[in-house]
């Protein structure tokens, strides 16, 4: 049996059956992780130990029966979810050698539910990159090209599931993170609607931004893992109160009658033809399963970058000034006073793009800028999500692609942060709008890159667009290839 | 009153509220504990955590406004204010800052000088406190979080105030009005209500306003007042020697009753306020509002023209009563029992409050209960015991809770009131005092006193003094 062939539920009928254990699947995990990482450096922490306990403890629980649906499934997730006794540093130096005194709630979550983390992916630092490149732990490598980016911030996350070091993982999006990288590695990833998932325990980046999000190889096991992680939490005011449904439930819906929305301003002239053409292909793929295409207006789409990263700056500004080395941490201390100590700290602590980031929020939100940005980019945001919430009137979902480009080269784009930015031009107005949407594979390049289809929702319409993709993925076999590792 | 400036004052207070819980996460807020030992992730600011309101500290807001006339804002935000410091765990201290939940506000103070005066109140907002930091012997510093992420509500005041004492009065009648409503212990020595003045002088009848010193550290009534002043005389010092004042921070020293300059304008914050992404706006519905404006008790400003007005209290011995909500309620439960407010009012400010204040005791804990001690006026009114043997009953029941009626009736303290065995006594005085008989009939009246003293003397204080006046007054005029 190889294990990297198998889905969740797959894994889950054999340990159903006793056909396996979940020791077995770990060690199968743990190894697969140790032929490979050295190549695709998308761990940052592998956790052997922790995670085989887990795996005993949870073949005792199928032993006895009537357990959650992910007992005994290895698992990991990004290095931005905080976990109790296993070091999380957010892929930077300053958390280096941080443990955590308790677990996201995404991470309680997956553990009530049975499963068994394996490790913590790299990303980039504080979920600020759109290429992994970004990491106090080095450059996440894409399985399908060594010489390429896996994307990001969610890279390792999305490495991993396509490498088959792991069936599944947990990353976050705050402007793309999880399905640019899905897009970049060939896998599913979902961006829920803000306020779907709880952001309790997940490093804040941009926090009216960010949110968690499942990666998987497959439609389904992507909704399982969504299922296990949504619903409200009272520790995040922001997170929602409202029902979850069962997601694979409605999975195979179909699309037949569904409307489906072109937004114009997505298909633009610059678009690599490649992806133009997996697009097309895959539109007219949902004609033929059934769905009516309509040509839609998002107007503001143009403002979205500008709008995203003023907001996102300004709030990581604030939220990483509480690492000053003084609490947890590590500090930088030459003996010259508190002012000294900080600045020893961040300057040691922060890698490139996160200062750059901190500098430019900061500047954003100082007296005398604040209105001609901050508050400007907020009334933008305003705009933006009514484009959304009107096209929602008329559609039942939007169709666009991902990236402009598949996974551009390691360091083609590290001294051109403007152009990085610019590679998350499709993914950013679905942050600021809080819906929800999924990428998941449609084709590949001339090169064999994978290329990703989006799929955008209405807020909390998550089983819909699953549903959408659920169909095209029964109708094509994109997802079936997996990279030569 | 300086006759060549005009004196500008505005406060800004902190009011801490004495919620059990801190306002964004769980942890207790109690005082005096173990450092750190009332911390989690939230109040520890470790990545990650987020903050969640405590309803509770919604609604003491809602209190603090309508009891000082603001506006109730139906919706107001809460905003982050950021600034380094090690007391400060996440960076930025969560506040309100365009959108407070109270505005518009006023309090009427009187003071001797300026008589009766209305005070705005800028805004009323809801934010977190820091916690605290400790000096150690070899130059290191601690820090103690157990007072981060505290409730505290900051009310800011116009600069309305024109004296030093007019700020003492403001502050005064603020402290009381947050303990009546029992949000804030009014603790200033623990600094559960701490003060910051913003001073400035003009010339008089210029209309913009001088540059401003805030005064830091203010931790007393009197410090207040004292460094008030001092800034005052500061201020005109250098404008009379032809220098400016600088806007800047003070730190105001105490043992030394000067002020130092903590920080000038130019290190002046930008704190970078902006909308806190974590919490949700705060919606209060009209409902709420009126909920909580019925729950609210008597303010001591009510409570004191009402004991003026309807009880006949004077306006001193209402404003010893008012100035503790505790003691009003006690007062007010004495008088349920025994309708006689004047009389009630003299045993609470003389025996209750002396005897409290004796034993080192709350009125709370008093071992005299209003019923035990309307017990006792009730005999006082219906002639059973004089006001003097009354007194011996207080100290009775103080010592063993029985009842006045228990206590006169085991101790034979009952008044005499049979004529004839006044009359006797009364007899027997006049009988024994000659020399002061023939001075009061020759016109030295004064010596009632003398002669009422020796009856009650001569009857362990059981004569009925009336009855003993009156007789006294028909045997010596003949």
């Known amino acids: ?485 | 009153m300086n006759s060549r400036y005009e004196v500008v004052i505005g406060l800004e207070v902190h009011v801490q509220l004495t919620t059990k819980t801190k306002i964004f996460c769980g942890c207790s807020t109690e005082f005096g504990q173990g450092a750190n030992s009332q911390t989690c992730p939230v109040c520890l600011g470790l990545p990650g955590a987020l903050p969640v309101l405590n309803r509770q500290v919604v609604e003491d807001a809602i209190k603090a406004g309508l009891a000082t006339n603001c506006q109730i804002a139906p919706r107001s935000i809460f905003a982050r204010k950021n600034y380094f410091y090690p007391d400060l765990p996440k960076g930025y201290q969560i506040s309100q800052f365009e959108l407070p939940i109270c505005e518009h506000g006023w309090l009427d103070i009187e003071t001797e000088e300026s008589g009766e005066k209305r005070l705005g109140i800028t805004r009323i907002h809801m934010e977190e406190d820091a916690g605290k930091l400790l000096h150690n012997s070899d130059n290191s510093s601690s820090v103690d979080l157990n007072r981060a992420c505290t409730p505290l509500l900051e009310v800011v005041s116009e600069p309305d105030m024109r004296s030093s004492d007019e700020a003492i009065a403001y502050l005064k009648q603020l402290h009381q009005i947050v303990v009546y409503l029992g949000i804030c212990d009014g603790n200033l020595d623990e600094g559960s209500f701490r003060c910051d003045a913003n001073v400035s002088i003009r010339p008089w009848g210029q209309q913009e306003l001088g540059t401003r010193a805030e005064l830091k550290n203010l931790n007393s009534f009197r410090f207040i007042k004292q460094a008030i002043e001092y800034e005052v005389e500061r201020q005109i010092d250098l404008i009379d020697a032809g220098e400016k004042v600088v806007q800047e921070t003070r730190l105001f020293d105490p043992d030394a009753g000067v002020s130092r300059s903590m920080r000038g304008k130019e290190e002046a914050h930008d704190y970078r306020y902006f909308p806190d992404p974590d919490l949700l706006p705060v919606d209060v519905s009209t409902e709420w509002i009126e909920q909580v404006r019925q729950g609210l008790p008597e303010l001591p400003t009510v409570k004191l023209q009402r004991y003026q007005d309807e009880m006949g209290l004077t306006a001193y011995d209402a404003g010893v009563i008012t100035s503790e909500r505790s003691v009003a309620e006690y007062f007010e439960s004495v008088v349920k029992f025994h309708d006689n407010p004047k009389l009630c009012a003299n045993w609470v400010m003389g025996e209750v409050l002396g005897a409290l204040k004796e034993n080192k005791m709350e009125i709370s804990d008093c071992p005299v209960t209003p019923e035990l001690l309307a017990g006792v006026l009730i005999r006082i009114d219906d002639k059973t015991i004089s006001g003097k043997i009354a007194k011996t009953v207080f100290e009775e029941i103080w010592q063993s809770g029985k009842t006045a009626d228990q206590v006169i009736e085991a101790n034979g303290l009952k008044q005499v009131s049979d004529s004839g065995a006044i009359e006797a006594i009364v007899d027997a005085v006049i009988a024994e005092n000659p020399g002061q008989v023939a001075e009061y009939r020759g016109g030295k009246e004064k010596l009632m006193g003398f002669f009422v003293g020796q009856v009650m003397k001569a009857s362990k204080g059981k004569a009925n003094p009336g009855m003993a006046n009156q007789l006294l007054k028909k045997k010596l005029a003949k």
């Open chain 1, 1 to 485: 049996m190889k294990f990297h062939d198998l889905s969740i539920q797959e894994m889950r009928q054999k340990l159903l059956a006793g056909e396996t254990t979940s020791v077995e699947l770990t060690q199968q995990c743990l190894q697969r992780i140790e032929a490979t990482d050295d190549r695709l450096n998308a761990f940052i922490t592998v956790c052997e130990e922790e995670a085989l306990a887990a795996a005993a403890v949870a073949d005792q629980q199928l032993a006895s029966g009537n357990t959650p649906l992910l007992t005994g499934i290895p698992l990991a997730v990004k290095d931005i979810f905080n976990t109790l006794d296993v070091r999380t540093t957010c892929a930077s130096k300053i958390l280096d050698n941080y443990i955590s005194p308790y677990d996201a709630t995404a991470v309680a979550k997956l553990r009530e539910q049975g499963a068994v983390i394996v490790g913590k992916l790299n990303m980039d630092e504080f979920a600020m990159g759109s290429s992994s490149e970004n990491s106090a732990a080095g450059a996440v490598h894409n399985p399908w090209d060594l010489e390429r980016v896996p994307g990001g911030s969610s890279g390792g996350s999305a490495a991993a599931v396509a490498a088959g070091q792991v069936v599944a993982t947990l990353g976050t999006d705050t402007g793309g993170s999880v399905r640019q990288p899905a897009s970049h590695c060939g896998v599913v990833g979902l961006k829920p609607t803000y306020g779907r998932v709880s952001r309790y325990g997940v490093i804040a980046y941009a926090s009216s931004l960010d949110q968690v999000g499942p990666v998987a190889g497959n439609v389904a096991d992507c909704a399982l893992l969504l299922g296990a992680v949504a619903g409200y939490d009272p520790a995040d005011s922001t997170s929602v109160d409202c029902p979850v449904p069962d997601y694979l439930e409605t999975l195979d819906g179909g699309v037949v009658g569904k409307k489906i929305g072109l937004p114009k301003e997505y298909f633009i002239d610059g678009l690599d033809p490649d992806i133009k053409k997996a697009v097309d292909a895959a539109i007219e793929t949902y004609r033929q399963l059934g769905a009516e295409i309509v040509s839609v207006s998002l107007p503001h789409t143009d403002y979205s970058v500008a709008c995203y990263y003023l907001i996102a700056m300004a709030e990581a500004s604030s939220n990483l000034a509480r690492y000053d080395g003084v609490r947890f941490g590590n500090r930088e201390d030459d003996g010259d006073g508190l002012i000294g100590m900080y600045q020893q700290t961040r300057s040691a602590g922060f890698g490139d793009e996160v200062k750059r980031r901190i500098m430019l929020g900061t500047y954003a939100l100082s007296s005398g800028y604040y209105e001609a940005y901050y508050i400007k980019a907020q009334k933008v945001r305003t705009l933006i999500r009514q484009d959304f919430l009107n096209v929602f009137e008329q559609v039942d979902f939007l169709l666009t692609p991902i990236a402009p480009t598949p996974a551009f080269k390691i360091g083609e784009k590290v001294n051109d942060p403007l152009q990085m930015y610019l590679s998350d031009i499709f993914t950013i107005p679905t942050n600021l709008a809080g819906t929800c949407a999924m990428s998941l594979p449609c084709g590949f390049s001339g090169d064999d890159l994978p290329i990703g289809l989006q799929l955008i929702g209405k807020p909390f319409a998550e089983a819909e667009i699953l549903q959408a993709a659920y169909a095209f993925e029964q109708a094509t076999d994109w997802h079936q290839r997996v990279p030569e590792l």
